[in-house]
């Protein structure tokens, strides 16, 4: 995901300071935290989320540009044209199946900017 774009898809405050009222921020989207990676450093750090209306889950971590990797990929499943590939550590695998089962607190919010990076 694009630098700040999860703050601004995932905090509130920030939705209703533009917009004006909670209501409207239910029909923006309803975009559900899942997890971060524990003891992340700064702000680019991977995630998991769920999309609450289509049940997609997004996932934010290290893009893979690496031309043999991605065609490796490819030989498993073409790329199709605006798909990436992102690549998440081991300890993310607990918010991945909390997402996959479906046992995650909806509507929760991420911890927003990381304090030494805000």
């Avoid at 889950?57 to 065609?71: K, N």
Wanted: charged share 20%; aromatic share 6%.
């Amino acid at each position: 995901m694009m630098p700040g774009l999860r703050s601004a898809l995932c905090n509130r405050s920030n939705v209703e300071a533009h917009m004006g009222t909670s209501q409207i921020w239910e029909a923006v989207m309803r975009l559900s935290f899942v997890g971060i990676t524990p003891d992340t450093p700064d702000n680019g750090c991977p995630a998991v989320y769920v999309d609450e209306d289509t049940g997609d889950l997004w996932f934010q971590g290290e893009a893979i540009t690496d031309p043999r990797a991605l065609a490796e990929v490819a030989g498993h499943s073409p790329l199709g044209q605006g798909e990436a590939v992102v690549k998440l550590p081991p300890v993310m695998k607990p918010f991945v199946m909390e997402a996959v089962n479906g046992t995650y607190d909806r509507g929760r919010q991420g911890p927003g900017p990381h304090p030494r990076r805000a």
